[in-house]
């Protein structure tokens, strides 16, 4: 049995099991909820602000928590710890971007923090499953993550443009120089940008190192553009 903060498992994560299948579903039905009612929410002061500080309770205190666990399992390593991931940046601009409701930040979460953040709820890097702290932790920011910006998108009234994606890109740019450089300094590995995962991953599939770092380039262009369509849609009604 998995205890709830224990550092050793015996048991570990199996993707599309129960568990996880029952957390992909809790954040459709979040999002279809989100969508739904987006009107009446928008009509209700006190309904967006609860809402906007739900979602940023879920980035913020699961994050707290995974910290003190660090210290009280003896597990903090800045090679391995620190909040140097695509999805924990997103997850910190995603908090900023609720509390100062910049566009700016919106524009970089929309695409970089769905993109990110539902690939990762797919093909999860985890590996304590249910009811470990850690499988809460991950997909409730995870799921947190996403929502940030629909809030934004449904209940606010934001909507990203093509420039959007521009500007997506070159942060994800410069996101990767400056943690390269501090995974060399490091001889750490965040966004597994020196080699890839040693279990298997999907960067298997897009060939050897440094070449899947310009495919992984390729692929996060085609998605941006994918997630833009439906607001061409949208602006041309």
Not at 11 to 29: K, Q
Not at 70 to 93: F, M, N, R, V
Not at 152 to 178: A, C, D, H, Q
Not at 220 to 226: G, K, W
Request: with cysteine; proline share 5%.
């Amino acid at each position: 049995m998995t205890s709830f903060f224990s550092r050793h498992t015996t048991e570990h994560f199996i993707a599309y099991s129960n568990s996880h299948i029952a957390v992909l579903a809790v954040m459709i039905v979040l999002a279809l909820l989100l969508f739904g009612y987006k009107y009446s929410i928008r009509l209700q002061a006190s309904a967006r602000t609860i809402i906007r500080y739900v979602i940023l309770l879920g980035l913020l205190v699961p994050q707290v928590v995974l910290y003190y666990w660090y210290a009280d399992q003896g597990l903090w390593d800045i090679q391995y710890t620190l909040p140097l991931e695509l999805c924990s940046i997103s997850q910190l601009l995603a908090m900023i971007m609720l509390i100062t409701r910049s566009r700016l930040l919106y524009q970089i979460v929309f695409f970089a923090g769905i993109g990110g953040a539902l690939q990762a709820m797919l093909t999860p890097d985890l590996d304590y499953p249910f009811p470990h702290f850690r499988f809460f932790h991950f997909f409730v920011v995870h799921i947190a993550i996403i929502l940030a910006p629909l809030y934004m998108t449904w209940i606010e009234g934001y909507r990203p443009t093509w420039k959007s994606i521009g500007i997506t890109m070159i942060f994800l740019n410069v996101l990767l120089v400056v943690v390269g450089g501090t995974d060399y300094l490091l001889d750490a590995n965040y966004m597994f940008l020196r080699h890839k995962p040693e279990g298997a991953s999907l960067l298997d599939l897009l060939g050897p190192y440094p070449y899947y770092l310009a495919v992984e380039e390729i692929i996060a262009l085609l998605i941006f553009t994918l997630m833009y369509l439906p607001f061409v849609r949208w602006r041309r009604k």
